[in-house]
DNA sequence: AATTATTTTTAGATAAATCTAAATAAATAA
DNA sequence: TTATTTATTTAGATTTATCTAAAAATAATT
């Protein structure tokens, strides 16, 4: 079954919303597709019809058996074309995520499977995120908020909480990536904010907000 | 301006029926499209109110100038992306075009530019088709159809009169692509057929149409 | 429990892209 | 030149995706 690309963005959507939260709400899914909630109900009538999410009136939504099969795909062909554009075309990990969101629908089996080949099956993308094989499949790592690391503990950055231009504008400018490496020096109460050090450059100061987008690895 | 899916498709149609021809009809529109001669009809004023076109009832349309700045830019992603798949993915040449008839679509100036500098500023697709330049320039080389070509010369393959998948699965049966070089030993005035040979190979025969489907140029 | 506020759905419109069937214009043939 | 055929346009519908405004359901507060 063929899906639109509007379909496409909300089934994707969905998946993104219930892996944080349980039943997805008509508002959520407004907010996170910037359009009105009547839209959204009349979306949800038509996927459900589709069997592609189990929804009930005023009760929110998630997504079926199918749907999620649908939304890995998407995934998928989303971070995908996010590693090409990065680490062959040469794009900024903060310019990808647009971009990205227009390629993700191209409607090619072949093509994913190929440009996944031609990437070397990559695992992650530029963000962090872990990319599904074409069975749906995904490494998952053991990942922590770097705000709950403790003093002296070593950890390497493997993922971000938001693919906002603002945050990755930030992160840029303090060299934080992904796989950097950084040993978290002291905590302050007043603000929460952490000071840590990368390789052995100077010490850093990140503050809560940041530190609450910043995920992280034991090494 | 910017364009929907069905405002670029429609320009790139009449972009080239105007190449072959002078106005371009409905008729033909709606062939190429495989859509109605009403539907045609319709998107025609749309675009005579974007002024992308001139048009006047019954009579036939031509590109304006930003028509044909409009068309070109869709032609050089086109082709880009036909490279692309065929150069780094190892798609054959018959498998392309319906991929890259998605690809074209995406919207990001950047993009194009990127893809064009890591292609190596290709200069022809992988059907022989100049491709052209962010300026919208492209090479124009003397072409000539096989057909026309006299007994004993040798030529270069450089183009094919279709894109079609019957074609492009024949070519490839008889190993001839862009690039291959070949004589003309012989030709046949009962069925117009050909007789080439391809570098030191056998004598193989190439029927009327497939000969007319074929451009070479002179070596 | 009754009132108020919030969330969600329905009703009714609109814009884009398409279609079929009918009307009209242009081209061709008798 | 009139009649016939062909090409093109108009009229009226349909599907998809959206919106605003109003109604209804649910949740939160007195
Ligand atoms: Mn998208
Ligand atoms: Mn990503
Ligand atoms: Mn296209
Ligand atoms: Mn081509």
Redesign the interface.
């Known amino acids: 079954m063929n899906l639109t690309i509007a379909e496409e963005n909300y089934i994707k959507a969905i998946f993104h919303l219930q892996q944080a939260e349980g039943n997805v709400s008509t508002n959520q899914l407004a907010a996170s597709l910037h359009t009105k909630p009547a839209s959204v109900t009349d979306m949800l009538k038509k996927l459900t019809i589709k069997s592609l999410l189990n929804y009930e009136p005023y009760q929110g939504v998630r997504l079926s058996k199918d749907g999620k099969k649908q939304a890995l795909n998407i995934v998928r062909k989303h971070r995908l074309w996010e590693f090409f554009?990065v680490d062959?075309?040469?794009?900024g990990w903060d310019?990808v995520h647009?971009?990205a969101e227009?390629?993700e629908?191209?409607?090619?089996k072949?093509?994913v499977d190929?440009?996944d080949s031609?990437l070397g099956h990559p695992k992650f993308d530029p963000h962090g995120d872990p990319i599904p094989d074409s069975n749906g499949n995904m490494v998952t790592i053991r990942q922590f908020n770097l705000i709950d690391i403790k003093i002296s503990t070593i950890v390497e950055v493997c993922g971000v909480g938001s693919q906002s231009a603002e945050l990755l504008e930030l992160l840029r400018h303090k060299n934080i990536g992904i796989g950097t490496v950084l040993k978290i020096i002291r905590k302050f109460d007043f603000d929460h904010s952490v000071e840590i050090q990368i390789k052995n450059s100077d010490h850093i100061n990140i503050s809560q907000q940041l530190a609450q987008a910043l995920f992280v690895k034991l090494i």
Chains 1, 2 share one sequence.
Do not use: A, D, I, P
């Open positions: 554009l062959k075309l040469q794009f310019e647009e971009v227009e390629l629908h191209v409607r090619s072949k093509l190929k440009l031609f």
